[in-house]
């Protein structure tokens, strides 16, 4: 019996070797090649007009499972950014950056519909979530778990103790090089820069059990953080975030509408408190889809009267009314702001152009001030906002995985001193241009 025991666990040691080979060989390899160009000129910026050329390469690799295990990593390699100094220094929190990041670096483990991963990885959700629109992506680093085990029902938590942002600028370091894991995270609506932080949990659901009807609910919350606002000392406290949202679509024989409403806050304690961070968002967005390839839609929000909202962790997070390039966290998440969108999309395939489309948004504020600070809004300060985007998205029908975009966005901003009745107008004007190539092996 004790020689049957030994030679049949010898026997299942070979296969187990084998198998786990096999989950390495059967792997999966994908990558992306990006070559952007931007040119921004800025009206607060001392650089006034600079452009900056990036060049950077994304590879990732996931073995086949083996007992349910699986293996998961992506690089991201950046080289030296093409431009001046002054360019780099506009840019320091964005596109100047340059080395290689672990971003993805995590064991799996896969049963009953459910997914386990711990290490590094992407995540995105709506407040917990890695901003992918800068040449590096954030990441982050902890444990994740999402579950499909029940047909109508998505559920996802997670924990995280470290953070990678866009550059080494943002995560408090030496500027130009590739920024590193660390206890500092960024947080949407708190400036673009990162902030010490003990850690991040999370947890929300999907549910679709209605038909057309998607609901979904999460929360955040962040403990032992050090905010840092420009001109004002250093805040410690935990945030708490909150979301929902109802995303309801109507089918019809040539088209679809579309309505969506979402609640969001945040509520904080500490010292954090004294910066008037307690606030929510409302907002409602409609439209009308693929109608002959044409999308058509508009979106309002609003934000409570005397405090801000801090919209995420990490800066993936969005509002229905913000613009490309410029994002949610420019306006749409200060205290007393009105928020309004219209976008035109048209989708040129159905004049044989396959893989063509264009999108223009059009976007306005109205502002009620403040009188204490809230957030990164001064107090007595009424801040409007008038601006426009047009964008051109082609997947090159040709070779499958290349593409090209082109995004140019206008933003005018006019600051009224409410004491004094002074007026000081800014001018934000950028160009991205944009080529990928996508591919999997």
């Keep these: 019996m004790r020689k049957f025991s030994l030679i049949l666990a010898l026997m299942l040691s070979a296969n187990a070797a084998d198998n786990l080979a096999d989950a390495f060989t059967n792997g999966k390899f994908s990558g992306e090649i990006k070559a952007w160009y931007w040119d921004k000129s800025d009206d607060s910026s001392p650089y006034k007009n600079e452009n900056i050329t990036n060049f950077a390469i994304e590879l990732g690799y996931k073995t086949d499972k083996f007992y349910g295990f699986y293996l998961g990593t992506t690089g991201q390699i950046a080289f030296a950014p093409i431009g001046n100094e002054d360019s780099k220094a506009m840019y320091h929190r964005e596109q100047n950056t340059k080395g290689f990041v672990p971003s993805e670096l995590y064991l799996g483990y896969n049963f009953s519909k459910t997914d386990i991963k711990i290490g590094n990885q992407y995540i995105n959700t709506p407040l917990v979530g890695v901003n992918g629109s800068r040449i590096f992506k954030e990441s982050f680093s902890g444990v994740t778990i999402n579950s499909k085990y029940f047909n109508t029902t998505t559920l996802y938590a997670g924990y995280a103790d470290r953070f990678s942002g866009r550059t080494s600028a ?11 894991f660390k206890r500092r995270i960024t947080i949407g609506g708190a400036t673009d820069f990162s902030h010490k932080f003990s850690g991040l949990i999370w947890a929300g659901l999907e549910n679709k059990s209605i038909q057309n ?29 909150y979301y929902t949202e109802a995303s309801y679509a109507i089918p019809l024989k040539d088209a679809k509408l579309k309505f969506d409403l979402n609640f969001r806050g945040s509520k904080t304690s500490g010292a954090i408190k004294d910066l008037n961070y307690d606030g929510w968002m409302l907002g409602a967005m409609a439209g009308v889809y693929d109608l002959n390839g044409f999308d058509i839609y508009a979106a309002a929000t609003t934000v409570s009267s005397n405090d801000s909202v801090i ?23 200060l205290a007393g702001m009105d ?103």
């Design 311 to 333: 919209m995420g962790a990490g800066l993936g997070s969005n509002s229905y009314t913000s613009l490309p390039i410029r994002g949610p966290f420019m306006y749409t998440a």
């Design 213 to 241: 009807l998607t609901l979904s609910v999460q929360y955040a919350f962040l403990n032992g953080v050090e905010l840092e606002i420009p001109r004002v000392p250093t805040k410690h406290g935990d945030i708490n975030m």
């Design 339 to 441: 928020s309004y969108k219209f976008g035109l999309a048209y989708n040129f395939s159905n004049l044989g152009a396959k893989g063509l489309k264009a999108i223009a948004q059009y976007s306005f504020t109205n502002h009620d001030p403040v009188n204490k600070r809230a957030g990164t809004l001064a107090p007595n300060l009424k801040r409007e906002f008038d601006g426009y985007s047009l964008a051109l998205n082609y997947n090159l029908p040709f070779l499958k995985g290349l593409s090209a975009s082109l995004i140019y966005v206008s933003l005018e901003e006019e600051r009224t001193n409410m004491i004094s009745g002074s007026k000081t107008d800014i001018d934000t004007d950028e160009l991205w241009l944009k080529f990928g190539y996508k591919f999997s092996i």
């Design 170 to 180: 943002t995560m408090n370091e030496e500027m130009g090089s590739e920024p590193k």
